[in-house]
Structures are given as C-alpha cells and as structure tokens.
C-alpha cells in the first residue's frame, strides 16, 4: 500500500534530504511551502518531477487544514520554522508565531483532520542551552538560552501534550547540530566551508567569526532524516536525542575546514564581536543511546568526513562557476 508524507520545510536542507529518503523508501511526497517570491528551489531541483508541492504557511490554520485534506498523509514531518538562532534576537516574536504556535496550528489540524496521521516534531538541542548534564539525554532539564530555543521547547512540549492529551501518535526528535552541503550560507559550519573555498580561490582573505570555543556535537543530515522516519515507525510514540556524542570547538572546526585546502586557519580568521551572541550556548553533546537501542540508529558520518565533504563541495561550486565565468569573458 502506497504511503504517503507531508513535509513543512522542504526546501530547507533537512527537507531535500528527507524527501530524497522517504521516495527511495516508496513513499508519495508532498511539500508545504509559503507563497513568496524569494523561495529557493535549489536544493529540490534533482526532485521537482518527483515530488507534490503544495501552498500553505504555518501562520495560516485554513491553509495547514487543506494541505492535509489535499495530500490525505499517513505521516507529516514538521521541519518548517525561523531555524536561524541569531536571528531569533531581532525577530522574537515572528520566530515565536513559527517556531513555537506554528507547531500548535499543525497538530490541531492533524487532529481536526485525521487523528490517525503521525506527526514528527523537530526539536532541537538549543534547548538544553545552559547544560545542566553532559551528554544531553531525553531526561536532561531543559534552559534555552536564545528565542529560538525558548520557542523550540514550546514546540517541543505541544507536541507532548497533544500526544497525552489526545493520543495522538507524536514524536518529538531532539536532534543536535546537523550538516552537510545544503546547510544555509548563514550557518557556521556553511560560513566556514564557503569562506575557505572563497580564501582558497583568492576570493577573499579574511574570515570574520564569533566566539571560537563554543562545542557543538555536529553530524551529517542525511543520516539525521533517517532517524527522523525511525521514530514514526514503532507502535508507541516516544522522543529521542539523535546525535554523535563527540563535540567539537569552533576552532576545530575552522582548523580542520582550513586543514582540508592545505591553509592555516590562524592566518585567515578575525575573531569579530558583532557575531557574538547576547547568551551563548558554550557545550553541547548529546546522547544517543536511547535511538541506538530501541531505533538500531546511529550517525555513519565522522565529524572529519563531515567538514571535508562541505569544503570540497564548495571548492568544486565556486570553481565551476569561476570556469563558467572565464568561459564567457569575464574575470572570476
């Protein structure tokens, strides 16, 4: 039997990946996207024939109501939100109305809709914040400490209440740090793997970043969507960290990111306070024991094939374009 999935964000990395999967798996796929003129298509391009989009916008209930109707899913993977944390400062309230109530105006759809739908919650590890344990486990108090990860942990603890108060069948996947060369140019991890491609083709010299210490636990995203349909299959809904367990500094980061393309990080980063954060989140590291026992789930992807997989991609880009220019007469 055909089965069926919508997905919010599929234009985002998590979503490209995620719908790549769930076809290879047999499934009809169908996207929610916002009506605007700015989205990016880019990374669907290689799916476009493959897959359903279809309008609708988490600040819209009617809209969430008729996607639903329209595509009749068995599973909706919610992975649509203001997803950048240093803009949740500027934008709190926009980042709380998708971020956190986006999340309500879904699950009451699902409910109105069909109760029997799974619905997938993407939680983040932003909020643990101020860690009160390490590792990070589904048990470990939660304290945000950005408007992103305040309205990630409404998102998250809906998403239970409705499965308490309704039974419906909702997983929320707290997920870390998650990469690879879809991630958005405003990521550190895209930042990094970009602006050494730039330095490395004499583009630019210069690398600015914020705090170099802060650890993050980072994996690739394509094994993260995996555990993302893992969890929407067993007969009891419960939330799980996904995660690597071995967290990294940004410096490690920048080292081995410049290491890749044979340059020293120290002679092209400039530490700048502009892209300090009001409340930095300093360590990060999950535990993903749960999902490895009960789901057969762990990461495949090193930290360091990671980081090397984003620079070569980019160095091949922006030397492809650099060709692509030279070939019509204009200097790269």
């Known amino acids: 039997m055909l089965r069926v999935a919508l997905i919010t964000g599929i234009t985002g990395q ?17 996207g929610l996207i916002r009506r605007s003129s700015t989205i990016n298509f ?5 799916l476009q024939e493959k897959i359903e989009l279809i309008p609708g916008d988490l600040l819209d ?24 944390v240093p803009t949740s400062w500027n934008q709190p309230v926009l980042t709380g109305e998708f971020t956190a109530l986006g999340v309500t105006r879904m699950l009451e759809a699902v409910r109105l809709v069909n109760p029997k739908i799974r619905f997938y919650q993407a939680s983040s590890s932003e909020m643990f914040g101020m860690v009160r344990e390490s590792p990070q486990n589904e048990t470990t108090p939660f304290y945000p400490r950005s408007p992103y990860g305040v309205a990630k942990l409404y998102g998250h603890w809906i998403t239970v209440n409705y499965r308490e108060s309704y039974g419906l069948f909702t997983v929320s996947g707290i997920l870390f740090n998650h990469e690879s060369p879809r ?4 990521f550190v991890t895209r930042k990094v793997s970009y602006g050494v491609a730039r330095i490395k083709l ?4 210069k690398l600015k970043m914020g705090s170099l210490d802060a650890e993050r636990d980072w994996g690739f995203a394509g094994d993260y969507v995996k555990a993302m349909w893992m969890m929407m299959q067993p007969d009891k809904a419960q939330d799980y960290v996904i995660a690597t367990g071995i967290p990294h500094s940004v ?13 020293d990080y120290q002679k092209h980063v400039e530490v700048d306070s502009a892209f300090l954060r009001p409340a930095e989140v300093f360590h990060l590291r999950g535990d993903y024991s749960k999902a490895q026992r009960e789901l057969g789930w762990e990461p495949t992807v ?13 160095l091949a880009r922006l030397g492809n374009a650099a060709t692509a220019r030279s070939g019509r007469g204009t200097a790269p």
Not at 42 to 46: G, I, K, P
Not at 68 to 82: F, G, I, R, W
Not at 183 to 186: M, V
Not at 251 to 263: D, K, P, Y
């Open 183 to 186: 991630r958005g140019f405003e």
């Open 42 to 46: 880019e990374r669907l391009v290689h």
């Open 61 to 84: 209930q009617n809209s969430l109501i008729s996607a639903l109707k329209q595509s009749e899913p068995d599973e909706v993977y919610n992975l649509a939100s203001q997803s950048f």
């Open 302 to 314: 090193s930290f360091e094939e990671l980081v090397r997989m984003m620079v070569n991609e980019d």
């Open 202 to 205: 004499g583009l630019q010299t």
């Open 251 to 263: 410096r490690r980061l920048l080292e081995v990111a410049f290491g890749c393309a044979g340059l």
């Open 14 to 30: 998590d979503g490209s990946y995620l719908a790549e999967f769930l076809l290879a798996k047999g499934y009809k796929v169908y």
